[in-house]
């Protein structure tokens, strides 16, 4: 079973910018179109970012469009979250999640397109 692995959240003051990393261990990531999505406490899960299993596509959420950026390295099977300007509202426990089915054409918005899940990983922006 393909696991994912989240790191590089922590603590940034606003403005500021952090790196997420998401590591898979099975050899299937390269057919998978992935995503990032996020949870504050108390508010729904949020889609933040989706991209590719080739990694030519990318979508972004409203809320961090022209902030953050995905990318993916298949040879590391590796996606990433690079964001920047972050605020206090992007404070949230930061999910990767994997596309149920392979070589899915578009990336998609909705968590019911993505059936593995990692762990998640603490972002907190002070303000």
């Known amino acids: 079973q393909v696991q994912y692995v989240e790191s590089g959240g922590g603590l940034v003051q606003a403005g500021g910018s952090l790196r997420l990393s998401c590591a898979a261990s099975?050899?299937?990531?390269?057919?998978?179109?992935m995503a990032w999505f996020r949870q504050a406490p108390g508010k729904e899960r949020e889609f933040v970012a989706a991209?590719?299993?080739?990694?030519?596509?990318?979508i972004y959420g409203d809320s961090v469009k022209g902030r953050f950026t995905i990318s993916r390295d298949n040879a590391k099977t590796t996606v990433y979250l690079q964001m920047n300007s972050l605020k206090p509202d992007d404070t949230a426990v930061y999910y990767c999640a994997a596309d149920g089915n392979s070589f899915s054409y578009y990336p998609s918005r909705g968590a019911s397109n993505y059936d593995s899940w990692g762990q998640g990983t603490q972002v907190t922006v002070s303000s």
């Open positions: 991209i590719s299993w080739r990694g030519d596509m990318t």
């Open positions: 099975g050899r299937t990531f390269s057919m998978l179109n």
